[in-house]
């Protein structure tokens, strides 16, 4: 039989990463749409509420295919995770556990210590066994479905949580990527070689 007619048996290849461009944040949309409006009835307005905006995106891929995302909001003392989504055919490959310990280790990189999302009802097993916690017995509803609010602990690393005095250029590079040099430490070997060319000063007294 020809090798070329041979089905192989191989794993899919999972990607995660920071939603950084337009299409790849269209993608994440696409992704909720499909997931909570399309399966779930939610309104448009209810799931498209105003904070996409200002807060940060996370995809996953399968194949190259999205798959999944995720959004996150940044709070004083905690992260949150909101709007984790996966697409129906893809709900079968355990997909869901990865995702969101890729996004608790993306939270503790940024020096959060603690992660927090509202579950449905139905997921509560799944995210106790993750390790989650209830933050008290309070159950709400949004969207007509039922929740309740879990949180998880995150141990910091001192040397790894950014600050004011980590070198400058890696808090210029990519969220996801501040362990990878990034194009503006390239800059640097230029040194400073054009400082206010063609800047004037405009003076009011």
Known sequence: MSLLNTPIDRQPVVT???ASTSDELMQCFALRSAVYIGEQQCPYWEEFDGND???THLILYVDGEP???MRLRWFGTFAK???AVILKRYRSMGLFIPFTQWAMEFARKKGYSRVYLHSQHRLWPIMERQGFKKVDDKIFHFSDHEYGAYYH???L???DAPTMFTDPLVLNRPEDQLDTPGILEESATR???NPGAGWSERRTN
């Open 16 to 18: 995660i990463k920071l």
């Open 53 to 55: 905006f200002t807060a």
């Open 67 to 69: 798959a999944s995302s």
């Open 81 to 83: 995770f909101e709007r």
């Open 153 to 155: 602990d995150l141990e």
């Open 157 to 159: 690393d001192a040397k």
């Open 191 to 193: 040194g400073a070689t």
